[in-house]
């Protein structure tokens, strides 16, 4: 019989964590005003809501401390890491033993809203292929691992405050199936005031706009105060894998698993080699001799082409994680973790400019004993992070099994197409407007298209074609065309004309 479950905070008790200056002028202002905002909640979910304020202020309180003190990354103290500490993908062992699934669990990062692509719901709620969400192909995945081997391996979702209910929407139709799902919700937390430093809200019940789903690293404190993490090892599950939701490369490996398992670490993080479009993901690096993440947002501006560089920085994370979950349940009973903060400005719907405070999940790799990073083929690095990524997805490149995709044998070369859209590509509306139907691109190169640009049913698209429509000008693809090296520009209605031995076509201004 299937469970379907969501966790809800509880009581525990107060933990040792590290903390910044909280007895600092600015810290004893944000405890006020935290303490205010604590009494406007319901007296029903109060004391919920103010241990996730107390964990707020901790985080605060290490932000003003670092902000005062400009503390930062010392770059000279910055290497690569060792060979030791990176180990490639091919070097892991081949017979895994299968009773080890039996003490998985898979986690999957739920709380983004997709806003990049133009969206306002939950970002796993997209239909992406063939009909089915982002959620629909995670439940299908573990659901197909559980009936071929005859395990258990329970699916967790983090949700936010902002894609809860989308979430519910989707996995409720999964009741009876055999995978058991949970679901809990991460922190919430208040965005503060960029020039006052305090927080937004004035009550609990305002606007979502003052409010914010704290990163990835918010993880396992949202593990441990919901009692997830306690169940999970109560049902004895001792390893948790990791990866954000609209990662479709992220599946359970079990060679990942079995090395994890031989070689006793505490913590695994999947790398690949990166590309000129991964310049911005974070890295692994070896600090003072201990394996450090390294973010974008915390590199000088004047290291800035260094951390951008493909040569001295050839790895970038995943966010496919594994962690042990007794190692886990050690260090959150010991204090907690320390990780590194992420300032991330926003402006406001009405100009207003704000900070977030965040953390993210793969800097927690500081605090396990034996942790390293594992070099993955880029096959297990598939997000949807943008619509040429969509387009990429949905399209005949890719084929779907089991809520799996796997790189049509047709494709002549193991790479992706590259693909680059204008302005009217990038929100997702805009995107499902101009498509009719999603082309075939199985020997595409390079496309770029960009203006208004229209495409009908029955499209092919081979080897490189560029397509650009200048301002205040239209071109419309019409269905059953074929464009194989070609450059478009200008204001273009394509006719297609058969004849008995092609099709030819004709382009009027």
């Keep these: ?36 905002l604590v009494h406007t909640a319901n007296p029903i979910a109060r004391k919920a809501f103010d241990l996730e304020m107390q964990a707020f202020f901790k985080l605060h309180a290490r932000y003003l401390a670092e902000k005062e003190n400009h503390q930062e990354l010392d770059w000279e103290r910055i290497k690569a890491p060792g060979e030791d500490q990176i180990i490639p993908y091919d070097q892991l062992p081949r017979i895994p033993d299968p009773n080890v699934l039996s003490k998985l669990a898979v986690l999957k990062v739920n709380g983004g ?61 999964y009741v009876s199936q055999r995978t058991k799902i949970i679901t809990f919700n991460q922190s919430r937390y208040p965005r503060i005031w960029k020039d006052s430093l305090q927080p937004c809200p004035r009550r609990v019940g305002d606007d979502k706009k003052h409010w ?17 993490l306690d169940r999970l090892l109560a049902a004895g599950k001792e390893y948790l894998f990791v990866s954000n939701s609209d990662n479709l490369g992220a599946i359970v490996d079990q060679n990942i698993l079995q090395h994890m398992v031989d070689t006793g670490a505490d913590f695994l993080m999947e790398v690949t080699n990166k590309t000129k479009g991964d310049i911005t993901g974070g890295t692994l690096i070896n600090y003072d001799g201990s394996m450090r993440l390294l973010e974008i947002a915390q590199v000088p501006l004047e290291h800035m082409d260094d951390f951008k560089s493909v040569r001295k920085f050839k790895i970038f994370n995943t966010n496919n994680l594994w962690i042990n979950l007794r190692a886990l349940k050690t260090i959150m009973d010991d204090g907690g973790m320390n990780l590194d903060i992420i300032v991330n400005p926003k402006i406001t719907d009405d100009g207003q400019p704000v900070i977030q405070l965040e953390t993210a999940a793969g800097a927690a790799v500081k605090h396990f004993k034996n942790a390293h990073g594992i070099n993955v083929p880029r096959s297990r690095f598939l997000p949807v ?11 005949d490149i890719y084929s779907l099994k089991d809520g799996q995709l796997t790189m049509s ?82 204001n273009l209605n394509m006719i297609v004309q058969s004849t008995s031995n092609d099709t030819v076509l004709s382009l009027t201004r």
């Design 212 to 228: 914010y789903p704290p990163g990835h690293g918010d993880l396992y404190h949202s593990l441990v105060h919901s009692g997830v």
């Design 385 to 395: 992070k943008s619509c040429s990524d969509l387009l990429l997805i949905k399209s």
């Design 409 to 490: 044998e047709n494709r002549t070369f193991g790479s992706v197409p590259v693909i680059t859209f204008g302005d009217h590509f990038k929100k997702i509306q805009d995107f499902q407007a101009r498509f009719k139907k999603i082309p075939t691109i199985i020997d595409l190169d390079h496309l770029t298209v960009s203006g208004d640009v229209h495409f009908g049913r029955g499209v092919t698209l081979r080897g490189t074609v560029i397509v650009v429509a200048n301002e205040g000008q239209r071109i419309d693809i019409p269905d059953g065309c074929t464009l194989e090296n070609r450059l478009l520009s200008g």
């Design 1 to 36: 019989m299937t469970l379907f479950e969501t966790a809800s905070f509880h009581g525990f008790r107060r933990r040792k964590n590290p903390r910044g200056n909280d007895s600092s002028p600015m810290s004893k202002t944000t405890r006020s005003e935290l303490n205010r």
């Design 113 to 173: 809203l997709g806003t990049s692509m133009g969206m306002s719901g939950a970002k796993s709620a997209l239909e992406v292929k063939d009909g089915l969400t982002f959620l629909d192909l995670t439940v299908k995945q573990v659901e197909h691992l559980n009936t071929t081997q005859q395990v258990d391996v329970p699916l967790v979702l983090m949700t936010s405050f902002n894609t809860y209910d989308d979430t519910i929407r989707i996995v409720k139709k």
